[in-house]
């Protein structure tokens, strides 16, 4: 039985449930798709409404079969959208202006090619968008922007929905014609049929509380039209009813011989407006795609969602549809049921398509007052969400941006609107990240030194002078806005007379995912500071395509004043060196050695020669492996004239430096004491002079003059403590 039932995956137990939710659904959006067709075959037009509502219902056939079969989630509901659909009116309503002395056949054609134009644009735009990959720079778009076109839309679509209402669309220049007798009882029910669907769609959130109150509402108007004794024919020609509409089927092919009377300057003077159209429907598609995901809880492939949509507008529009794209609402119903199947919008298209062969009568039936109120309807549900919500849920500014880009659009168009709101959140962006500090740390030599093991007289040197070293560890995407901030910063700290003179600046560009090219004159003007006031500007960890900008404006070492390193490490370790030199000359580099340090540990010089007889003394050369990691602990070293690097394999001919130590140090300890296996390889970094000691020497030092080893391990719990206490003040100055 179970194998009659299923096939695959699918259990054929819920057609029936399956079908009959796209039925409903299917049968919930067809008012609001006549409603969009009545929006832009309204005023002039009227007499075109029934053909114009036949060539929306047959392209949006064409677009809901081809969403349901091609998106890359089964179950997908697609169709005419109420944002495209607001300016399709208002574009229609410019045209009709325009052609006011024209015949009403050429009124007709223009408008409907403007509609057909503009859908297969569009189409064709979500196609390159898709086919390219290019879906996710869309969401660059400003949030605050967004917003703003929607409520802008949500305003088209309420004085679209008093347009229908009334028979002419009011506008701030005819605002007297809302308050004449006539039209106040035309749509004061309407809109309050409008504000009831939104209070009900807000307190009740079940997908039959739209149906019902539609349902409600034509049974309120024909009782009332019963007891006032009015038959349909007085209340079609009274206005009250959609229509009339031809016998027989609402599509009709478009008479060729119409094309000739398209005047195209008009269709080319909306080209700003279908532009967009085409923007605002491929940012909404994306937002109800991004939405439908988490609501199916699968993944969903953007791009494939643009080229089904492009396919579908290309074929829709051509049909005479106004542009489309998936639904948010009406798909997450069999989403949210944990039903994933095409039979759905398949099954809410054939609705779509049996009116259109058959429902010319019933269409026809339809009081004219729920197509206005249903547009009144969708436009407040916009300006409630970013009038109303938007002020509990955005910072003020972004706020204050839609306002103002709604204002635009009431008063100058959509594009206009748009195009403010982007060049203004721009600004808004540039401003507010300016703010941002790209110094993600301030260190000096002091609390931050290199992994150069230097003997205990360099190390407090460095501690002593480390206030003449500035290290700015830099982070983002620095432009002129940031830099100018990092500019300043180092002149502040050039001018603070309470710390000690700077002498090295290292910036670090570890965490600098990109500079702007105006923001390589920021660095030109620190060099520029540099050599007024005699600092050595150290560039660190700098990729090459910065490096580049920066050399093209000869920012280089051939400068006196500049110096560019691998990393931080390398770079502290330049800054140290030279410092070094500058304040300690010969003295310094002669405490380097290993019979200096001797000479500290031991208080005799008998002790030192007895302590240097257990040891072996090794010249080597530069690139000698001394240790390699892996060998077994039999020896530690000490250093006198050699430089050694202890250094990490990440990857095949890879490596990192964890230390380099010179004379004067010892390495090797650790494995030692621990008897563990060497941890990283010693290769000597320059050639020079070391002394070993042998794990059997070390033994029989422990028990032949348990004073030496005594001394010698107060040596290296000194150089562990040191080690440790500079790790940790480094720790400290990094998280305060």
């Known amino acids: 039985m179970a194998r009659i039932k299923t096939l695959g995956n699918f259990d054929f137990r819920r057609i029936l449930p399956t079908i009959s939710l796209g039925i409903v659904i299917g049968a919930i959006d067809l008012p609001a798709i006549i409603s969009f067709a009545v929006l832009i075959y309204s005023g002039d037009l009227d007499q075109f409404a029934g053909m114009g509502i036949g060539l929306i219902l047959f392209g949006s056939l064409i677009i809901q079969i081809i969403i349901a079969l091609t998106s890359s989630i089964p179950g997908v509901i697609g169709g005419p959208q109420d944002s495209p659909a607001a300016i399709l009116g208002l574009m229609g309503m410019a045209i009709l202006a325009q052609l006011s002395d ?10 409907t090619v403007t509609v057909m134009l503009t859908s297969v644009l569009s189409g064709i735009f979500f196609l390159l968008i898709g086919g390219f990959k290019l879906g996710r720079f869309v969401r660059f778009i400003p949030y605050p922007v967004v917003g703003g076109f929607i409520a802008g839309t949500g305003f088209l679509l309420v004085q679209g929905g008093f347009g229908v209402m009334i028979g002419t669309t ?30 009900g769609s807000r307190r009740f959130q079940h997908f039959l509380t739209i149906p019902i109150l539609l349902t409600a509402t034509a049974i309120i108007f024909y009782s009332i039209a019963l007891l006032n004794g009015q038959s349909l024919a007085e209340l079609r020609a009274g206005g009250w009813l959609l229509g009339p509409f031809p016998e027989g089927s609402l599509w009709r092919p478009l008479d060729l011989s119409l094309f000739s009377l398209i005047d195209w300057s008009l269709i080319a003077r909306q080209a700003s407006n279908i532009a967009a159209v085409a923007l605002i429907s491929i940012v909404a598609l994306l937002l109800n795609s991004n939405a439908l995901e988490l609501i199916a809880n699968r993944d969903i492939d953007l791009n494939r969602e643009l080229i089904a949509a ?44 049996f009116i259109l062969l058959f429902g010319a009568s019933a269409l026809s039936l339809v009081p004219t007052l729920i197509a206005g109120g249903i547009l009144f309807f969708l436009g407040i549900s916009f300006l409630m969400e970013w009038l109303y919500d938007a002020w509990f849920q955005l910072p003020r500014v972004d706020y204050a941006l839609v306002l103002l880009i709604l204002a635009v659009v009431a008063t100058l168009g959509f ?38 093991e230097r003997p205990l007289e360099h190390r407090q040197l460095i501690r002593r002078l480390g206030e003449r070293i500035q290290i700015l560890r830099l982070q983002g995407f620095v432009f002129f806005g940031t830099s100018q901030g990092l500019v300043q910063r180092v002149r502040d700290r050039i001018q603070d007379a309470n710390r000690e003179t700077m002498r090295y600046l290292i910036l670090d560009f570890q965490h600098v995912t990109a500079l702007d090219s105006s923001a390589v004159f920021s660095f030109v003007r620190l060099n520029q500071l540099a050599e007024a006031n005699r600092f050595y500007l150290v560039l660190t960890d700098v990729n090459k395509t910065i490096k580049d900008k920066l050399f093209r404006t000869g920012l280089t070492e051939q400068e006196e004043w500049i110096r560019f390193a691998d990393n931080l490490d390398y770079g502290m370790e330049w800054c140290e060196s030279k410092m070094l030199l500058e304040e300690g000359g010969s003295t310094i580099i002669r405490a380097g050695s290993l019979r200096a340090q001797l000479k500290n540990l031991f208080p005799s010089q008998e002790e030192i020669e007895r302590f240097l007889a257990y040891l072996e003394k090794l010249e080597v050369l530069e690139y000698h492996t001394v240790i390699r990691k892996g060998d077994p602990p039999d020896s530690m070293y000490f250093i006198d004239s050699a430089e050694l690097t202890t250094r990490l394999e990440i990857s095949k001919d890879k490596f990192i430096r964890l230390r380099t130590q010179s004379g004067g140090t010892m390495v090797g300890e650790m494995s030692l004491f621990l008897k563990q296996p060497r941890s990283a390889t010693v290769v000597a970094s320059k050639p020079g002079l070391l002394y070993r000691l042998s794990l059997e020497n070390y033994n029989k030092m422990m028990q032949e003059d348990p004073d030496l080893a005594f001394h010698l391990h107060q040596w290296i719990g000194r150089v562990l403590s040191v080690r440790l206490a500079e790790n940790n003040h480094t720790l400290e100055a990094l998280l305060s």
Do not use: C
């Not at 024209?102 to 408008?111: D, G, L, M, N, Y």
């Not at 049921?337 to 609705?351: D, E, G, K, T, Y």
């Open 170 to 199: 009011p506008t701030i220049n005819n605002l007297g014609i809302l308050f004449t007798a006539e039209s106040l009882i035309r749509w004061i029910p309407s809109v309050i049929f409008g504000v009831a669907l939104v209070i």
């Open 415 to 452: 594009l206009q609107g748009v195009g403010t709101g982007i060049v203004i959140a721009i600004l808004l962006f540039v401003v507010n990240y300016s703010r941002i500090d790209i110094v993600k740390d301030a260190l000096t030599g002091s609390s931050y030194q290199s992994n150069t």
């Open 102 to 111: 024209a015949s009403p056949e050429t009124k007709f054609i223009t408008v």
């Open 310 to 353: 492009g396919l579908a507008n290309v074929a829709g529009g051509v049909a005479g549809s106004s542009v489309g794209y998936p639904y948010l609402g009406f798909s997450s119903i069999p989403f949210r049921m944990n039903i994933h199947s095409r039979l759905v919008p398949l099954s809410a298209a054939a609705v779509t398509g």
